[in-house]
T-cell receptor, first 109, second 116 residues
Framework: SQQGEEDPQALSIQEGENATMNCSYK?????LQWYRQNSGRGLVHLIL?????REKHSGRLRVTLDTSKKSSSLLITASRAADTASYFC?????????FGKGTRLSVIA | EAGVAQSPRYKIIEKRQSVAFWCNPI?????LYWYQQILGQGPKLLIQ????????DSQLPKDRFSAERLKGVDSTLKIQPAKLEDSAVYLC??????????????FGEGSRLTVL
């Protein structure tokens, strides 16, 4: 299956700390994307990393991709209470995006 | 730029009843998706349209679910008859590129269905 699997399933940290979430997948991909979902809302695209890229930054977000290990990580630095949400990785290979089950992040003020 | 619009936001029905959800994608987006998200899980693709043609409906339970995208713009997803296990959030998403381009998806707020 192409589906990504996020780890951990849930993460609770204090405001100001860094949060790291991991995603593993099974088949080769064209790109991997990370999305955020606030409670009761739709998903919002955060960042896309292509299979020939190893690292990408966007504001407080840092994404890495290791295609040899079929894994990716999302780092949120200096977390804020507003970062509380579920985070999903999605893999793409000439087919519709396939989403994992997500990591639920709680940032405590 | 207006986002993806969905309605209704919430719907409660009894099993065996029917329900329809509507989606208006971002203007100019060729590809439209319907995903089902059960509580605590990630979104699962039901159907993908490119313009008004179906690209992928392999995971759509066709005995009870149907979807159309008339004129390549708005789309409706219908469930008839509904089962208890259909309780979920139905998410519509659109993307600028054609199918296979694997670009960013833009999601609506979703339609939450509760089947009693």
């Amino acid at each position: 299956s192409q589906q990504g699997e996020e780890d951990p399933q849930a993460l609770s940290i204090q405001e100001g700390e860094n949060a790291t979430m991991n995603c593993s997948y099974k088949t080769s991909i064209n790109n991997l994307q990370w999305y955020r979902q606030n409670s009761g809302r739709g998903l919002v695209h955060l960042i896309l990393i292509r299979s020939n890229e190893r690292e990408k930054h966007s504001g407080r977000l840092r994404v890495t991709l290791d295609t040899s290990k079929k894994s990716s990580s999302l780092l949120i630095t200096a977390s804020r209470a507003a970062d509380t949400a579920s985070y999903f990785c999605a893999t793409a290979r000439n087919t519709p995006l396939v989403f994992g089950k997500g990591t639920r992040l709680s940032v405590i003020a | 730029e207006a986002g993806v619009a969905q309605s209704p936001r919430y719907k409660i029905i009894e099993k065996r009843q029917s329900v329809a959800f509507w989606c208006n994608p971002i203007s100019g987006h060729a590809t439209l998706y319907w995903y089902q998200q059960i509580l605590g899980q990630g979104p699962k693709l039901l159907i993908q349209f490119q313009n008004n043609g179906v690209v992928d409906d392999s995971q759509l339970p066709k005995d009870r679910f149907s979807a159309e995208r008339l004129k390549g713009v708005d789309s409706t997803l219908k469930i008839q008859p509904a089962k208890l296990e259909d309780s979920a959030v139905y998410l519509c998403a659109s993307s600028l590129g054609t199918s296979g381009s694997n670009g960013e998806l833009f999601f609506g707020e979703g339609s939450r269905l509760t089947v009693l």
